[in-house]
C-alpha cells in the first residue's frame, strides 16, 4: 500500500477563546505537519450552539494569523457540514450499528457504572426501545472487545469498549450531532491522515477508532500531546477559567509554547518569524514530554 502524504490538522471550538493549551496543541500539530512535508488545515467544531461565545470563530482566526500559522485547504466550519453527518447516521443505522435510545442521564447514572470517562451506558436500549417509549437519541453499538492503538508520543492505549465506554452517542437527545460522530466523519471525509491533538482526547481514541472502522475510513495515526494544567492538577480550559493567549504579546508565548513542548529557543532567536524558523528546523517529537505540564 502506497503511504498517503500526511495531512494534520487543528481543530478549535469557539466556546470560548484560545489559551496557553490551545496555543502548545496548535505549535506542536503545526510542527509535527511541517517537518513531515505535510499539510495543515483548520477546522471550526461549531456545533453546540448552546455554549458558543459569539465573536469567539473570528476571535480564534484572528489570533492564529497573529501567531505566523499558515494553513492549507478550505477552511472547515462544522455549521456546513449537517448533510454529512446525515448521511454517516443513514449508514450506521443500515448496517445495523446505530440504534435509538429512550434513556435519560438520571437512567443511565442510577445504573452506578462508572468509566473513564464518566457513566457507562448499561445497553438498556440495545435491543429494542421499551414499550410505551420513544427513541431521545442515536448510539452506536461497541463491541464486548478490546480496542488498542500505539501513540506516537503516549505509547499503547487500551480500551474495552463495552465495559469502559459503552455504546456511544452519536445524535443527542437535544438534536445536535455528537462531537464523537462529527470529528470522525470531518477526518474522513477531509482526508487526515494524522491526528495531533491535546492529551485529554486521548481516552476518546479507540471509540472514534471504532467508529471510524464502522464508516470504513482508512487507518490513521494519533499524538496526544501533553496538556497544561493548573497547580490543582486541573486542564487548563475555558472551564478552568484560563485566561486567553495575547495577540500583543506573540514572542513571549510562542517562546512559552515551545519552552513546555520541550523545546527551548535561544536568546538570540528574537522575532516571531525567526522563532518559526528555528522550531521547523528543530522540532523533534522525542523532545516533547508525554506527561501533564503543571503551571505555576
Not at 3 to 14: I, M, Q
Not at 144 to 159: K, T
Not at 243 to 272: C, E, F, K, S, Y
Request: proline share 6%; hydrophobic share 45%.
Amino acid at each position: 500500500m502506497v503511504p498517503r502524504p500526511y495531512r494534520g490538522r487543528f481543530a478549535p471550538s469557539p466556546t470560548g477563546l484560545l489559551h496557553a493549551g490551545s496555543l502548545s496543541t496548535a505549535v506542536g500539530s503545526y510542527l509535527e505537519a511541517w517537518v513531515h512535508g505535510g499539510e495543515w488545515w483548520l477546522r471550526i467544531e461549531d456545533l453546540d450552539p448552546p455554549r458558543e461565545m459569539a465573536g469567539a470563530a473570528d476571535a480564534i482566526l484572528r489570533t492564529l494569523d497573529a501567531f505566523g500559522f499558515e494553513w492549507q485547504g478550505e477552511l472547515a466550519w462544522q455549521h456546513d457540514r449537517h448533510e454529512l453527518y446525515r448521511a454517516a447516521l443513514a449508514q450506521l443505522m443500515a448496517q445495523g450499528h446505530a440504534y435509538g435510545c429512550a434513556c435519560t442521564r438520571k437512567e443511565i447514572a442510577a445504573a452506578g457504572l462508572r468509566g473513564p470517562d464518566g457513566m457507562v451506558y448499561p445497553g438498556t436500549c440495545r435491543h429494542g426501545v421499551a414499550a410505551g417509549r420513544e427513541a431521545r437519541a442515536w448510539r452506536l453499538r461497541v463491541p464486548d472487545a478490546e480496542l488498542a492503538f500505539d501513540d506516537r508520543l503516549q505509547g499503547r492505549y487500551a480500551q474495552q469498549l463495552q465495559r469502559d465506554i459503552g455504546d456511544v452517542v452519536l445524535l443527542r437527545a437535544d438534536g445536535f450531532w455528537a462531537y464523537q460522530l462529527a470529528v470522525v466523519v470531518d477526518d474522513i471525509a477531509q482526508g487526515m491522515t494524522d491526528i495531533v491533538r491535546g492529551a485529554d482526547l486521548l481516552v476518546s481514541t479507540p471509540r472514534q477508532l471504532w467508529l471510524r472502522q464502522c464508516l470504513g475510513g482508512e487507518p490513521v495515526t494519533h499524538c496526544h500531546l501533553p496538556v497544561l494544567t493548573n497547580a490543582a492538577g486541573e486542564k487548563l480550559s475555558k472551564q478552568t477559567l484560563a485566561p486567553a493567549i495575547d495577540a500583543a504579546n506573540v514572542v513571549l508565548q510562542l517562546r512559552q509554547a515551545l519552552a513546555w513542548l520541550g523545546h527551548p529557543v535561544p536568546a538570540d532567536v528574537q522575532t516571531r518569524d525567526e522563532i518559526w524558523q528555528w522550531a521547523r528546523q528543530n522540532w523533534q517529537l522525542g523532545r516533547v514530554p508525554a506527561g501533564p505540564i503543571v503551571l505555576a
